[in-house]
């Protein structure tokens, strides 16, 4: 099993003074694009936080069923969707209710990525998804 920490988002380490910055680029949950995979699913609340869980188990696969390893999961409803965007948000005050690892992914996928950016998670690497002819 691949721990969270592991995942491909990016530089991992110390991430400085960024959380202490106004205005901080975040990953949300988003129904933007979805449709565009087969496999797109969407059951988490558009607009909440998209937090990254670790897969069930190792012979998942990236389309599979379960769905865990294409998700990202909505801080609040802890439902699933397929889909999240980067938005940058004034209010961070959510961070102190999230453990150091999600906020290691939080920080990681706005260092990433840019504003507007809808991604998307492919088992353990998280991508930036441009339109339909790239899937
Ligand atoms: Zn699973």
């Known amino acids: 099993m691949i721990s969270i920490s592991e995942l491909s988002v990016g530089p991992s380490g110390y991430f400085g003074g960024q959380m202490a910055k106004k205005g901080m680029l975040v990953p949300l949950v988003t129904m933007e694009t979805q449709g565009f995979?087969?496999?797109?699913?969407?059951?988490?609340?558009a607009g909440e936080l998209?937090?990254?869980?670790?897969g069930c188990d190792d012979y998942e696969h990236v389309d599979g069923g379960c769905g865990c390893k294409r998700s990202f999961t909505g801080f609040s409803s802890r439902k699933c969707s397929t889909t999240a965007v980067i938005v940058e948000v004034d209010d961070t005050s959510f961070l102190r209710k999230l453990t150091q690892e999600e906020i290691n992914w939080v920080v990681r996928a706005g260092r990433r990525f840019n504003e507007g950016d809808v991604i998307e998670r492919r088992d353990n690497k998280i991508q930036k998804r441009v339109n339909a002819n790239d899937v």
């Not at 995979?37 to 609340?45: H, I, L, Y």
Request: net charge positive; proline share 0%; charged share 30%.
């Open 37 to 45: 995979r087969q496999s797109d699913f969407f059951w988490a609340k």
């Open 50 to 54: 998209a937090l990254l869980k670790t």
